[in-house]
């Protein structure tokens, strides 16, 4: 059974960094595409960043671009997102997803409509 766990999340100082992990069990990551999406209170979910796991290809959010790291494991097991210069803006449950690569014509997309796996999501709180 596919299943994907983030985390990694948790309480961060604003300017601070944190590193979300989302793991895969029962399948490996060689043909699927995985995306990092976040929901804050009372805000609608928006796509953070993905990656093509077959050629490592990569997209960012234009409002996060220039803050945000996203990288896989070399056993395509763990696709790690990396966040810096944080702010209360940040605030939110961050999820990851996984979308088979043959629904993709090329790269990933940040819609998560697209995704048909979802892990549980994990908090990210930005406060002092």
């Known amino acids: 059974q596919l299943q994907l766990v983030e985390s990694g999340g948790g309480l961060v100082q604003p300017g601070g960094s944190l590193r979300l992990s989302c793991a895969a069990s029962?399948?490996?990551?060689?043909?699927?595409?995985i995306g990092w999406f976040r929901q804050a209170p009372g805000k609608e979910r928006e796509g953070v960043s993905c990656?093509?796991?077959?050629?490592?290809?990569?997209r960012y959010a234009d409002s996060m671009k220039g803050r945000l790291t996203i990288s896989r494991d070399n056993a395509k097991t763990t696709v790690t997102l990396q966040i810096h210069s944080m702010g209360p803006e940040d605030t939110a449950v961050y999820y990851c997803?996984?979308?088979?690569?043959?629904?993709?014509?090329?790269?990933?997309?940040?819609?998560?409509?697209?995704?048909?796996?979802w892990g549980q999501g994990t908090q990210v709180t930005v406060s002092s």
């Open positions: 990656i093509r796991s077959s050629d490592g290809s990569t």
């Open positions: 029962g399948f490996t990551l060689d043909t699927y595409a």
């Open positions: 997803g996984a979308v088979g690569e043959g629904l993709l014509l090329k790269g990933c997309v940040l819609a998560g409509g697209e995704y048909g796996y």
